[in-house]
């Protein structure tokens, strides 16, 4: 675990001043906070046995029940009473105080791949996390679960101000357009409760990125006559169309600031 805490930011666009970073220099010095860091040192091999396991179940979009119901099994077994939204998030209240607000801590569950059996998830001779979703987003999972675990140990400061919510959200990626995560910001109980959120999503362990990302998704639908080599040859092939289409979608240059 990292002992220092980097920002990046985009000044002009987060907002982030001087003294706000100054501010959390302190807060890293608190002694709450550092005996939690060092609860992460000492669950480490746990930590870690949990990412691997977690990623061993398949999780694809749309289809993240199993893995929905591994890390429910598993908050209650660190005696936390979790549930499972009716969008199919796995959410975990966790309250110091009545009727203070929130901040969420969120990490998606779905894998653009998954494992087609638990050997494709595997550790190298180095140490390195090998198969299917490790990164994306069973990182961010096995930072949610010790997050769980060491907050059970107790608030990391005398007197927060907010309470913390643990989401582990459903159909993040592609086609699933965000839905879990829309479902608890738009209509969970939740949502007119949370202040703030910090996304936990890929290996990057040394900064937290303090902006908000925009997320625009279009589906373009491609028809046509054609389509079987050897019944419709001849006629106009929609998947001939959409492969022009991507290469054409390929060529465009979009600015860099910003990223886009």
């Not at 203070?100 to 140490?127: C, K, N, W, Y």
């Not at 994306?136 to 608030?155: E, F, I, Q, T, Y």
């Not at 589906?219 to 419709?232: F, K, L, P, R």
């Amino acid at each position: 675990m990292p002992d220092r805490l980097d920002v990046v930011t985009a000044p002009a666009e987060a907002g982030v001043s001087s003294h706000q970073l100054r501010l959390l220099e302190g807060l890293v010095q608190e002694p709450g906070l550092r005996a939690g860091l060092d609860s992460f040192r000492a669950y480490r091999d746990w930590i870690n046995e949990q990412h691997l396991r977690v990623c061993r179940v398949a999780a694809p979009t749309f289809r993240e029940q199993a893995r929905a119901e591994h890390l429910l099994k598993l908050f209650r077994g660190l005696d936390y009473r979790p549930k499972i939204d009716e969008a199919g998030n796995v959410v975990l209240p966790i309250s110091y105080e009545p009727g203070q607000r929130f901040v969420a801590v969120t990490a998606h569950m779905d894998t653009v791949l998954a494992p087609r059996s638990e050997d494709d998830i595997r550790v190298r001779g180095d140490g390195t996390f090998e198969g299917p979703g490790v990164t994306d987003n069973g990182s961010g999972l096995a930072a949610l679960m010790a997050l769980a675990r060491v907050l059970k140990d107790g608030a990391p400061l005398a007197r927060p101000r907010r309470n913390v919510v643990l989401v582990a959200n459903v159909a993040e990626e592609g086609e699933g357009n965000l839905q879990g995560m829309q479902f608890f910001c738009h209509h969970s109980r939740f949502a007119s409760l949370v202040d703030a959120y910090l996304v936990l999503d890929g290996a990057s362990v040394g900064h937290i990125t303090a902006e908000a990302l925009g997320s625009r998704r279009f589906e373009i639908v491609i028809e046509g006559a054609g389509g079987h080599s050897w019944n419709d040859y001849g006629r106009a092939n929609p998947v001939h169309a959409l492969g022009r289409a991507v290469a054409a979608l390929a060529e465009l240059r979009l600015p860099a600031s910003p990223r886009t």
